[in-house]
């Protein structure tokens, strides 16, 4: 249930990483593939399509014109990519919960984040911040979703 928690926290800042970082896993056969939607997801064309949203995200989010990450609409796509991503790291048998924890996580998280990203952005910047942001959350979501590349069993 931990992968689930921790992935809600990746979803919190980044609303279409935890899907980018699942699709990698997926593709290097880390999730079960009993998973729903697992299938389309090794789809070359449709892994592509949710690295280069990820990339997207990442980048307008540098953007003065970026909306805050507690706006609904980012809430929302932060809770249906924590939920998917959080069941499909969550035990058999315990997917309804670690798709609810990692909602909830994603959800306060963002809070937590968006505050902690205004207080550093008065200091740093936009962009700065951002980048370490991005860097933290791309290296934590491909770990989280796939425990292999550092060395743990998934």
Excluded at 27 to 39: E, F, N, Q, V
Excluded at 50 to 66: C, F, I, N, P, Y
């Amino acid at each position: 249930m931990l992968r689930s928690i921790l992935i809600g926290l990746v979803a919190g800042q980044r609303g279409i990483a935890p899907l980018a970082a699942m699709t990698a896993a997926v593709r290097r056969d880390a999730i079960p593939t009993d998973m729903p939607l697992s299938g389309l997801l090794k789809n070359p064309v449709i892994a592509s399509g949710a690295v280069a949203l990820s990339a997207a995200e990442m980048a307008g989010d540098k953007m003065k014109t970026a909306p805050d990450r507690i706006v609904p609409i980012g809430l929302a796509v932060r809770s249906i990519t924590a939920g998917y991503v959080g069941a499909a790291l969550a035990p058999k048998g315990k997917r309804v919960l670690g798709g609810a924890l990692a909602i909830g996580t994603a959800l306060a998280s963002s809070w937590v984040g968006w505050r902690l990203r205004c207080a550093a952005m008065e200091r740093f910047g936009q962009t700065a911040t951002g980048f370490v942001e991005d860097a933290i959350v791309l290296g934590s979501g491909l770990a989280i979703a796939d425990p292999r590349l550092i060395g743990r069993p998934a």
